[in-house]
Structure formats: structure tokens, C-alpha cells
């Protein structure tokens, strides 16, 4: 059974940084394409980065320059570099497959204040 369970969301000012994480257990790495999204409050669920199993990564540009997605296949996990953060960049962040396969974890807040 797939289990996402994100985290290393929290409170932070503009311009800093945040670091996030995705366990994702149950999940046939190594042929999945992950993907990292987030949902604003009012706003529909959007991509914003991914990642092949070979490490090709891609952003959305909202996000492009400020964020790096890694994954560490051996321990079936997916990261989400974010530095020099907005306000805007204020959402709860998820972590799945691309194209979307398995049920949404609980997510994890990032909130960016001015």
C-alpha cells in the first residue's frame, strides 16, 4: 500500500529557506516520475516541480531559479530545496507521482510572511 508522507514545512520570512521532504513507501521508485505540488487557500492543486528516475528535473516558472527538487532513490524519499522565499510561495505542498497515481498525503504548511 502507497504511503506519502511529507514534512519540514513551518513558518518562515520572506527571502529565507525551507527544505522539504517526501517518504514515499509502497511506491515503485525507480520507474515513477515524483512531483512536488501545491494548493494556495481558493487556488486549484499545481505542479510545481518533478523529477524522472534519471534525474531530469523541471519547474514551473513561478518557481524556476528558487527551487530544487532531488530524490533519494534508496531510501524512496523526495526533496524540495526552496530558498529565497515569497509570500506567495504560501500553500500546503504535496508530493506524487507525475502523472498523479496515489492518494494525497496530508501535505505539509508553508507559510511566508512579508
Known amino acids: 500500500q502507497v504511503q506519502l508522507v511529507e514534512s519540514g514545512g513551518g513558518l518562515v520570512q520572506a527571502g529565507g529557506s525551507l527544505r522539504l521532504s517526501c517518504a514515499a513507501s509502497?511506491?515503485?521508485?525507480?520507474?515513477?516520475?515524483m512531483g512536488w505540488y501545491r494548493q494556495a487557500p481558493g487556488n486549484q492543486r499545481e505542479l510545481v516541480a518533478t523529477?524522472?528516475?534519471?534525474?531530469?528535473?523541471n519547474y514551473a516558472d513561478s518557481v524556476k531559479g528558487r527551487f530544487t527538487i532531488s530524490r533519494e532513490n534508496a531510501k524512496i524519499t523526495v526533496y524540495l530545496q526552496m530558498n529565497s522565499l515569497k509570500p506567495e510561495d504560501t500553500a500546503v505542498y504535496y508530493c506524487?507521482?507525475?502523472?498523479?497515481?496515489?492518494?494525497w498525503g496530508q501535505g505539509t504548511q508553508v507559510t511566508v510572511s512579508s
Open positions: 506524487n507521482t507525475d502523472p498523479i497515481k496515489f492518494n
Open positions: 509502497g511506491v515503485i521508485f525507480s520507474i515513477n516520475t
Open positions: 523529477i524522472t528516475p534519471y534525474g531530469r528535473t
